[in-house]
């Protein structure tokens, strides 16, 4: 039944690459396709996102969204400011996605087909 989950059942991605340079900083990422929600923890802070999505179009990759991001909401926990940074420039990044990848290991969010984040299943 791969993409379909039910909310109790999501998924946590850690994010590996930010525009094709590794992570080391801890942020994840739940995709809730039916909800149409991005959650998660960034570093200091959780977040979460209401997000416009198409219906998937299948692909030998896996499912591809086309997505528009709104309503980025996260906490304002201060912690070091190397964690901070990291932050930001994911929150950034992940507010510019319009396209996601879905496979059964991986997530991927593109900016004008540029692969911007990366993820992999927890």
Not at 19 to 28: E, F, H, M, N
Not at 42 to 56: K, V
Not at 97 to 107: C, F, G, Q, S
Request: hydrophobic share 40%; with cysteine.
């Amino acid at each position: 039944s791969f993409p379909t989950r039910r909310s109790s059942d999501l998924q946590v991605w850690q994010l590996t690459t930010m525009r094709g340079r590794r992570v080391d900083a801890l942020i994840v990422l739940s995709f809730n396709p039916e909800a149409a929600t991005l959650s998660g923890h960034a570093t200091c802070n959780t977040y979460g996102a209401d997000c416009r999505i198409s219906l998937p179009a299948a692909s030998p990759q896996g499912y591809r969204y086309t997505l528009a991001i709104a309503n980025l909401k996260s906490g304002n926990t201060q912690c070091p400011e190397a964690d901070m940074n990291a932050e930001a420039r994911y929150l950034a990044l992940l507010q510019k996605a319009d396209a996601l990848l879905l496979t059964p290991y991986n997530i991927t969010l593109f900016q004008h087909d540029k692969e911007i984040l990366h993820f992999e299943l927890q």
